[in-house]
């Protein structure tokens, strides 16, 4: 029954209403303080923020079709697109658990297990928060000390972050969740080449958040190039403590106080604060710009699929064949 549900268009319709609904919320509950935080700025700084940060999540789904693709399951880059876009809307609907079911149910559309899907979604997060906790731990002692002092806690998980990215621990963890879930053990193991890919590609998507953190801080405190080290810290270790929290959606408010915290020996609070504000400005304009190109992708290809004249049974037919041909799925009731 709950397959069937999760299968229905007007369910994942309603889904996606839900999130917009909840995204507009956001940006709604926040426009005054955002424009408040704008205002303060230059145009050119808070342009070239916006390139880089809406440039930003492309790498991460580079990261996460590496891993699938590794995993069994490629997928081509338009297919990609739709499915990582319009999952991460579920990241705005409280839960904290939508984003990968939208995911998951999404890629089974075409031809990805669900095993797969999820499997990949997990890595690349872990992936995301260990290289942010890892370049945050080499930059930020250097440049803020305070936030070092007050975030140790985020910093000690950085060897642990770290041995489990090792292809043995995490296969061998992978396949433990999965036998306690009473599941079939992965058909493939993730593999150090392509953890290594993902890893790059997450790591290009830090430092273009790092250029968009940098522009906002630079037009404040006027500090150039040097500015780049410390706000480039500042922005992973403020996602990193708010994805951390899980209590708040989104890391709301957390994120902002540990952005202050560690941007103190720049600026002062106010300022530190319009930083952080922009910054998720930027975040949500950037989810609905690519989840804006991941609709008109899907209803490209619907378009394509109408124009070839095929009957329902025989779009069935395409689909079945095409779960068959990329390997076993997941046992039936």
């Known amino acids: 029954m709950l397959r069937r549900l999760v299968a229905s268009r007007a369910l994942r319709l309603g889904f996606v209403l839900l999130a917009i609904a909840f995204m507009a919320y956001a940006l709604i509950s926040q426009w005054d303080k955002a424009w408040a935080a704008l205002s303060a700025l230059s145009w050119w700084s808070v342009a070239g923020a916006l390139v880089a940060g809406v440039l ?15 995993l069994g399951s490629p997928l081509r880059l338009p297919v990609a697109t739709q499915v990582m876009f319009i999952g991460q809307l579920g990241k705005y609907v409280p839960g904290g658990v939508w984003q990968v079911v939208a995911t998951v149910e999404l890629a089974r559309d075409h031809a990805a297990p669900r095993k797969r899907t999820f499997t990949a979604t997990v890595v690349a997060m872990a ?9 945050t731990a080499l930059a930020l002692p250097f440049t803020s000390a305070n936030a070092a002092r007050d975030y140790w806690w985020v910093l000690a998980l ?19 969740a999965l036998r306690l879930a009473r599941k079939e053990p992965l058909e493939r193991a ?18 273009l958040l790092g250029v968009q953190t940098w522009l906002l801080v630079a037009d404040i405190h006027g500090g150039g190039l040097t500015d780049f080290l410390p706000a480039a810290a500042a922005f992973m270790l403020a996602w990193s403590v708010g994805f951390l929290t899980i209590f ?28 952080a504000v922009v910054a998720r400005l930027i975040s949500t304009v950037a989810d609905l710009a690519w989840a804006a190109l991941a609709f008109a992708l899907s209803r490209r290809a619907r378009t394509t699929l109408a124009g070839m004249n095929l009957p329902s049974a025989d779009l069935s037919t395409v689909a079945e064949a095409n779960r068959l041909a990329a390997g076993p799925t997941e046992e039936r009731p």
Do not use: F
């Open 158 to 176: 950085v060897p642990l972050a770290l041995v489990a990215l090792h292809p043995r621990v995490l296969n061998s963890a992978l396949n433990l």
């Open 248 to 275: 708040a959606p989104g890391g709301l408010g957390t994120r902002e106080l540990a952005m202050t915290v560690a941007l103190a020996p720049l600026m002062g609070p106010p300022q530190a604060l319009v930083v």
């Open 127 to 135: 992936i995301t928060l260990a290289s942010a906790l890892a370049l």
């Open 190 to 207: 993730v593999r150090l080449p392509a953890i290594g890919r993902a890893l790059g590609w997450t790591v290009l998507g830090w430092l």
């Open 56 to 70: 930003a999540p492309g790498p991460a789904m580079l990261a996460w079709r590496a891993l699938l693709a590794d």
